[in-house]
């Protein structure tokens, strides 16, 4: 695959959301009406809501989520926009919070330790959640500094998707 062809890149993509179900039709559209209506950022609010957004224990586990795979999408069509989405780095950064996350609800478990030290691992726990969430949707927030960067990964969302609606469109019948 030569990776400079956008126009290969794009139909691959939008092939690869259907075939590989990352995406059923329904999902295709509504994305779809969200991107053209309300922008690329609110598209990404409403899929990590309707896509479920769950963080796994396990990166490989995560990278199998709906929203991972579009995101690994996305990040691909951005080697034409901004080269800044990281997804892989993105994935590790995300993995290794949710790990300790992790860690310090065990450790809320636990219980010898003080009230005292709970609320503050509780505390400790908001900001890595908080954290997490800002390191997912990072991407998403600096596009919008660069106007032509922001429209035109708009217009390639849109003709992944819109060609993505097609071919599963073409798949049902």
Known sequence: MQSSNLEHIINNTAFEI???KILGKNEIDKLLGVLTNDGVYAMWVYACDKLELKFK???DELRDTKIFK?????SILDKFVTKELDYDGLVEK???LTKEIEELKNKIKNESISENNKQELKKTIENL???RNQQLNDYFI???QNLDNLLFLK???ERVLVYARYHAKAMED
């Open 70 to 74: 579009l995101l690994e999408k996305i």
């Open 57 to 59: 224990k396990d990166k």
């Open 155 to 157: 217009n390639l969302l």
């Open 94 to 96: 995300i993995d290794k």
């Open 18 to 20: 259907v075939d590989k």
């Open 129 to 131: 959640e908080s954290k």
């Open 142 to 144: 600096n596009l919008s």
